[in-house]
């Protein structure tokens, strides 16, 4: 039970971050309708850009914080207009696919500046663990889910309890309504992109800074976690990509104990697909929901 | 006074025609020489210069690049008397088979003389399988092509055909002397757990194939087995298990990337075997740049250490290149002069009319050698295209690799 229970709050540690690539994530999906794959690359070409600027300029963490998260805004506006803003807005699998194509030229990008397999990154904290009797936690994780709790909380406040927030939510009901009723659509689109590379810029960091390393296979990982993340607990749903992050993290973390790294992606991909087909609209989408998707998936 | 100083100026003048007419001279000299290196022996590298792997091709190129400037400076004598440069062409081959087929067939295409490379043991191991298996065999239209690898580090690959050698450390060897090391100077030892990134190639068949058998050879009794891929970023499940066994020896067969993965969350949770075992492709800058505290004490067998003058040189040289200089690119220099060696003893001649022979006395010359010189000694070659390089035993101390155990 202790082995169980330990295993959880490792899945926990390491679902925090999945949640938070994922909320950022699950925002472009919700307002924007919009599966963007060179997400995961955006945020890696904003950490590379820190470390540039810390190898080169011996930037401290906070300048390396924010040039990351500008790094990360900038490339996300880039894949905007790209994949989304210039194509029509039914074109639901020319934005994915082209978010495919900028996510590997972005990848690309990276690797060729950055030449070597991974890169030191410098730490924001002493990784302690603390002891609760025979349960191990540690103080950088608790930190990952604190910020993650946060932001979801803060992201839903924006939603829920601002203008800005009313308009994005109506953009996603109805976007044709929300245009007759005067909602500056290009105005919440890009503030949408905005605050999802904000956030991942935001998760970016505390992966990178929590490892002290990040490798070029970052931006895949972010993307295939995040995705999985995000589908498991509720497309477009806040509490929803919290909920996958962490459901993600402790299954992950029981088979990788219980049956071995070999079975650990199987599981976790069986999972996503046996959501996907039982529950199309994840595992926190209404009965609404789940019929509306479920007709989409029969076409 | 005077008379002094007009015969001083007289004198300053001749100097500085001298100077101007010597430097005339050199300049002559060395555009001549230049000139007259007009025959160039084409040889092709590939590797991966693209992709997870890059860091691999890249350095290998770097270093290949470097010996072959320093090769051209005096030339190289061919079978006509003529002294010709070494022209080389890199391709990238990825980490990728379809990619390497296609290089090696447009490699086969040029006028080089011979090939090296790929990077990746798993793709060697696939196109080595397209060269014929048996010289002059008659039923056996495979690729007649010379290769000599720098790399692919996976045990045997050379068997793959008669056309194909390495000069890579030989890991088999290298690990069951790191176990008599550790006996001596640990005699106390009894178990191990193991640690396996068992998405690549190398170090997936370097546990099972080399490391564990000789651990198991020796006596040692292992208690566990944790796996891990290389994208992974969280390893406190696997470290969780370490600590449960509670072995005398944990041994990581990873590269260092997750091999520093493994070995900070080993120290978070304040994991200290007796002694620490990595792979030797974690032998490298990268492991002590990444993780200078949690690799304290990591004890690898390595064929390569800036032990010599001639060694630290080519860490120099292949830094002006943008690369660095570990087991595996340090081969492509003792490559360089490996080719350098067969052309001038076997007589290559290094026109396009005799491209068909020199290719077969590159073939028959590697084949002939019975030992070659390395950056660290004489490199003993084995009858079947592989190389017993010397070796050392190293250990990440104060962020530096030191020699622990010099058995050359």
Redesign the interface.
Known sequence: MMIFL??CI?GF??GGFYALFALGFTLMFGVMKWTNLAYGSCIMLGVFSGIWMHLHFQLDLFWIFFVIILITVIAGYYVERLCYRWLPKKAFMAMMVSSFAIWMQLD?IV?IYF????Y?FPRLMD?D?MMIGPL?F?AEGLLILVICGLLAGTIFLFLYKTRYGLAMRAVSEDPVASRYVGINMPSILLGTSIIASVIGGIAGFL?ATS???V???FG??VTYKSLIAMTLAGLGSIRGAVLGGIILGVIE?NS??YL???YR?LVSFMLFFIVLVILPGGLLGTAKEQKARAAVRRG | MFQDNKSNKIVSKRLKLIIILCSFVISFVIAADDSTRERKIKIAGFGAT??????LG?NSRAVLEAAVEQINIRGITTGDGVTADLDLSYYDSACNVDTATSVINKIIETDAIVGMGPTCSGVAEVIYGHFQKKVDSLDDSGLQFPILADTPMKIGLAKKSEWVFRNVANEWVMYDKLFDWVQTKYPNLKTYHAGIE?DQGHSKATWSKVIKVHADKHGYKQVGE?????????F???S??FSQSNADIIIISA???TT??IL?ELA???ITPKILIGLTSSASP?TA???TDAAEGITIPTSFYPASPLARKVVRQAALKGGNVDLHSAAAWENAEIIKRIIQDTGIIGKPETLKEDRRKMRDGLAALKSTKGLLGIIERTADGEAMKPYFIVQLIGGEWSVVHNPN
């Open positions: 330990q295993n490792d540690m390491i690309e690797r030449p070597s397999r991974s030191p990784n663990l191990m540690k992966m490892d002290a390393q490798s070029t296979e895949l990982w973390a990788l104990w071995g790294a070999e992606d | 693209s992709g997870t792997l890059q860091s890249i068992i944790e796996h891990w891929s290389m994208r992974d970023t969280s406190s499940v696997q969780r298990k590269h260092p990337p520093c993965g900070k978070l949770q304040k990268e740049l990444l993780c």
